[in-house]
């Protein structure tokens, strides 16, 4: 048996009922203190949250060359993505 998302048990929330079992599992076998859901605060995240924060990842690097060179191609990689995204054309405007 495979996992399948199955419109007819979609009334019955499967995937949070999952969540929710994988959930209680980690806590009973290895409590943690923090369980972070990654990015998108989608409403299922919020049902198993107490508390909300927001992560964020920092890169400090020595100015040179190739590392200038890396920064630029990623923002220039991000602004294409959110290009994409407003779009949804592939980066081509109709």
């Given amino acids: 048996m495979r996992p399948a998302f199955d419109d007819r048990y979609s009334d019955l929330s499967p995937g949070t009922v999952r969540l929710h079992l994988m959930i209680e599992d980690l806590c009973r076998h290895d409590p943690v203190k923090r369980f972070n859901f990654f990015q998108n ?4 995240k919020r049902q ?16 040179t060359v190739p590392i200038r060179a890396r920064i630029a191609m990623h923002a220039g990689l991000r602004g294409l993505f959110r290009t994409n995204l407003a779009t949804g054309s592939g980066g081509r405007r109709r």
């Fill in 48 to 63: 198993f949250g107490t508390d909300f924060g927001y992560d964020v990842a920092v890169l400090i690097c020595v100015s």
């Fill in 41 to 44: 605060a989608k409403p299922y």
